[in-house]
């Protein structure tokens, strides 16, 4: 079975700067997505990048950035120039490639505290 | 366009009583999730469908009955429930293989 490791319970940054945050994973399948998700005190799920393991190219959007290593496993998220609105649980997730209906695997998140 | 709903948001239960929680979702996808989520343990997947009338077990089924009558509709019942599924619950949904899970706003459930 997949598992999701997220080694950081919480993170702490000042405002503006950059953190990033660590997720590996365990897995025998080549063709698999990583996913980080966002989930704020509203409880709600917010999609923050995806990276399909075929493509060598990280994946980004906006601010946000992620390290992949495949080789090693690691799937690590960064967060530059910071902001109040970042603060929030985040979830590394996995999913097979060929999987089908596979629902996704989460690691058990890291909760990030941006300070003013 | 609604997207993915959770009914109800909040609910209290005594242990040994019975309820189900509905995910409603208007975007005609073909697979629907239930998954719980506990402080300190992430998401894990309960049960989920892959299309009207199929059902399968996730990671931690025990305890939870599923049903999907109707594509747009997954219900979740717990036939007795246990302070054990004091949780939040949350229903997602995708179109597809390859396409994006949409989740809803989740269902808090304490059971006393």
């Known amino acids: 079975a997949q598992t999701v490791t997220q080694s950081q319970p919480e993170m702490s940054v000042q405002e503006a700067e950059t953190v990033t945050l660590s997720c590996t994973y365990d897995?025998?399948?080549?063709?698999?997505?990583l996913f980080w998700y966002k989930q704020p005190p509203s409880r709600q799920m917010i999609l923050v990048i995806r990276q399909e393991a075929y493509k060598q190219q990280n994946a980004t959007e906006n601010r946000f950035s992620v390290n992949f290593q495949k080789a090693a496993k690691s799937f690590s998220l960064k967060i530059s120039d910071s902001q109040l609105g970042d603060a929030a649980m985040y979830f590394c997730a996995y999913r097979r490639g060929k999987g089908g209906a596979d629902g996704l695997t989460f690691g058990k998140g890291t909760h990030l505290i941006i300070q003013p | 366009n609604a997207g993915v709903t959770q009914t109800p948001k909040f609910r209290v239960l005594k242990t040994g009583q019975s309820m189900t929680l509905l995910c409603a979702q208007d975007?005609?996808?073909?697979?629907m999730y239930w998954y719980r989520q506990d402080p300190g343990m992430g998401l894990r997947l309960i049960h989920y469908?892959?299309?009207?009338?199929?059902?399968a077990k996730g990671e931690v089924p025990d305890g939870y009955n599923v049903s999907r009558l109707k594509k747009q509709n997954f219900l979740l019942g717990l036939e007795s429930a246990a302070p054990s599924q004091t949780s939040v619950y949350f229903c997602?949904?995708?179109?597809?293989?390859?396409?994006?899970?949409?989740f809803g706003n989740g269902t808090r459930l304490t059971v006393t």
């Open positions: 975007m005609n996808h073909e697979y």
């Open positions: 997602a949904s995708r179109v597809g293989e390859n396409s994006p899970l949409h």
């Open positions: 897995t025998s399948e080549s063709d698999y997505y």
């Open positions: 469908s892959v299309g009207e009338g199929t059902t």
